[in-house]
């Protein structure tokens, strides 16, 4: 009887699992028995096989028979061979053979010559198919952004396989979660291999939790179909946010600028993720920082791509060459070709000054595509990595730092991205509509650029405001580009003198305090109050991104119902982005605030040293430490300034009379 009873569970099990049938191989179906001696038009079906639906004596007839049928899950086979389909990735993960550049070109047409990037299979490895061209045999698809052609053979390699979406059982994809956006990665689409996962940033204020598939990075789906009818009519209309495209701060902050960590931090988190004493990345925190204050590089930035290129610290390469940053390590003989250092210190700083400053960060240098990390359709990706997904990879060591040190460097700075592609259109000048800068000018949509300021100027397309920004270029004292000097003595980056205008007519503004969306898509109510007045109404104080005059002690609910009561739609989270219902608000929390448009402003409360929204014995240790050296830094820094202007004895003593009743602590 227990014999019979097993024998039934084992059939239920078997009858009601999840069934995922391998799908025919490309050998497979080219063996496959077929009626149709040329075209044929066929079904894919979930288990794997081919339904042949009709014969056809060309391509066109099969098109036409494809787009009109209302079964999605159809496929073209020529010679049995899949040479189209309805709905379908491009998986391009291909063996190259030893000579070969190692990598395929993107075309921006389907018969022309011109190129628009280029990329590698690997992990992920497939693209959104968008079209095919018949006579060419050239695939349109759409990965990391760029849009553009691939072609399906190189001489007798093939470069392609098309996959109908219905044996795709692992494409890439995005999950959103309460606290941050991570990227996973299959090892293929058929499910055979395992899978990578990045966190990439904080959660997205568009994107509810949960699963979705974006080719570009900005605008998301739930569905894989309703993505590919998008990308096959030009337009993002299906997208959960159609109106609010997401920009990854770590991927658009350009590098002329400045991390609030210091030597002591870099070191900190790199220790803390290898487990190798013999990692090339440890103890070098202060070779990043010096290189930053020498070169204009952001140090975190170049950090992150030096933990993503050298497998933090870890590869053959760094090892054998002391090279963290995979320079000229070609795709076609990487360990040979890449160069070698006599020391690490000596890489960062030709990494900072040579290949940045004067090579990727040069508005004259071919590989010049936007001063930040980008994708595969602007910035240093364009050019450095035929990973499409490089960029994003690095964002994540960049990320990863920063929410280990309580996010002080996220959104730290005003960015705007240029709102379309442009030729000798957008200069940067010297002064508001004065003099062209020659050799500078931002050409690529997306390319970032860092606000210090707004000023009035001459109008341009009845847009009268001009960007005062940090400039891309090595500027002389006449705001001239300085030639390139890669022998010593080397050219210092004059963060002072460095700043040069462009028009705002030509950038889409992220958000000052999040830097998710820029602000020309902001679905804006016109009676919609002013973030600043919501906050005032409420008997608190705004200012510099921050909402202040609280009083120790608050709770979470008493924040949220008066802000509430005046007008605004109300979320806060913690240091690490954690929604956050109950307690006491306190130092470093944020309150994010909706009224046709939405802003995240750091809790201030003075004399909140550690983030509990109490003033005690803590804090006044947590000061005590700050004289002693053991830095206050960030939000934290601000709220122990309380009426006195620097940080000194007299702040805790102002602590201490507090803890005794001796006197208060003015939030305003």
């Not at 007008?567 to 944020?590: A, M, R, Y």
């Amino acid at each position: 009887m227990r014999r019979k009873l097993s024998f039934l569970f084992l059939f239920f099990f078997l009858a009601f699992m999840p069934f995922y049938a391998k799908a025919l191989s490309p050998a497979e179906i080219l063996n496959r028995a077929s009626e149709c001696p040329q075209i044929e038009l066929a079904e894919a079906k979930e288990d794997g096989s081919l339904v042949t639906i009709a014969c056809y004596g060309n391509y066109q007839e099969a098109k036409n028979a494809m787009n009109t049928t209302a079964l999605d899950n159809l496929v073209i086979l020529e010679n049995r061979v899949i040479i189209d389909a309805k709905y379908a990735v491009v998986d391009y993960d291909i063996d190259y053979p030893s000579g070969h550049k190692g990598y395929m070109d993107i075309y921006t047409t389907s018969s022309g010559s011109a190129t628009n990037g280029y990329i590698r299979g690997g992990t992920p490895d497939e693209a959104a198919m968008i079209d095919v061209d018949y006579n060419t045999k050239r695939v349109k698809i759409k990965i990391a952004e760029i849009t553009g052609w691939i072609n399906k053979y190189d001489g007798s390699l093939k470069l392609y396989d098309i996959v109908p979406l219905v044996w795709v059982k692992t494409p890439q994809y995005y999950q959103v979660t309460d606290s941050s956006l991570v990227h996973y990665y299959p090892g293929n689409v058929y499910g055979t291999k395992g899978e990578i996962s990045y966190a990439i940033d904080k959660k997205p204020v568009m994107l509810n939790n949960g699963t979705y598939y974006s080719y570009d990075g900005h605008y998301f789906y739930t569905s894989m179909k309703s993505l590919l009818q998008d990308y096959k009519n030009g337009n993002y209309n299906q997208a959960v946010n159609p109106n609010q495209p997401y920009y990854n701060y770590y991927q658009y902050i350009g590098f002329r600028t400045k991390t609030n960590y210091t030597a002591e931090n870099i070191d900190q988190y790199i220790a803390s993720r290898t487990s190798d004493k013999e990692s090339k990345m440890l103890s070098t925190g202060s070779y990043f920082i010096n290189a930053q204050n020498a070169y204009g590089v952001n140090a975190a930035l170049m950090m992150a791509i030096g933990m993503n290129e050298s497998g933090r610290g870890t590869s053959t390469i760094a090892k054998t060459k002391n090279n963290l940053f995979g320079l000229n390590a070609i795709d076609q003989s990487p360990g040979e070709s890449a160069n070698y250092f006599a020391s690490v210190e000596d890489c960062i700083n030709e990494y900072g000054y040579v290949w940045l400053a004067y090579g990727y960060l040069d508005p004259r240098d071919y590989r010049y595509y936007g001063a930040n990390l980008g994708n595969k359709y602007q910035g240093l990706n364009y050019k450095y990595a035929s990973d499409p997904f490089w960029a994003e990879k690095a964002a994540h060591y960049y990320y990863d730092l920063d929410s280990m040190f309580g996010f002080q460097d996220y959104e730290s700075y005003q960015v705007a991205v240029l709102n379309n592609d442009y030729s000798n259109t957008v200069y940067a000048k010297k002064t508001p509509g004065g003099e062209n800068i020659s050799g500078y000018q931002y050409k690529q949509k997306g390319s970032p650029i860092v606000i210090l300021a707004e000023v009035e100027g001459p109008a341009v397309n009845g847009n009268t405001i001009w960007y005062k920004i940090q400039a891309d270029a090595m500027l002389d004292g006449n705001l001239n580009i300085i030639g390139s000097s890669k022998d010593n003595p080397r050219v210092t980056y004059n963060w002072d003198n460095n700043i040069v205008y462009v028009s705002a007519a030509y950038f889409n503004k992220l958000n000052a305090i999040d830097n998710n969306y820029p602000d020309s898509s902001l679905p804006e109510t016109p009676s919609a109050k002013p973030i600043s007045a919501i906050v005032t109404e409420a008997s608190y104080q705004y200012g510099n991104g921050n909402i202040y005059g609280i009083s120790p002690g608050t709770s979470v609910e008493t924040i949220k119902n008066n802000l509430t009561s005046t007008g605004g739609i109300i979320t806060i989270t913690d240091v690490n982005g954690n929604t956050k219902e109950t307690g006491n608000i306190g130092t470093g929390d944020k309150v994010n605030i909706t009224s046709g448009v939405t802003e995240t402003l750091n809790v201030l409360i003075k004399g909140d040293l550690t983030g509990d929204g109490l003033i005690n014995s803590a804090d006044l240790l947590r000061m005590r430490q700050h004289l002693l050296g053991t830095q206050l830094t960030g939000i934290y820094e601000q709220a122990a300034y309380m009426e006195y202007s620097t940080i000194n004895s007299a702040n805790l003593l102002k602590i201490r009379q507090y803890l005794l009743g001796q006197t208060d602590i003015d939030q305003k």
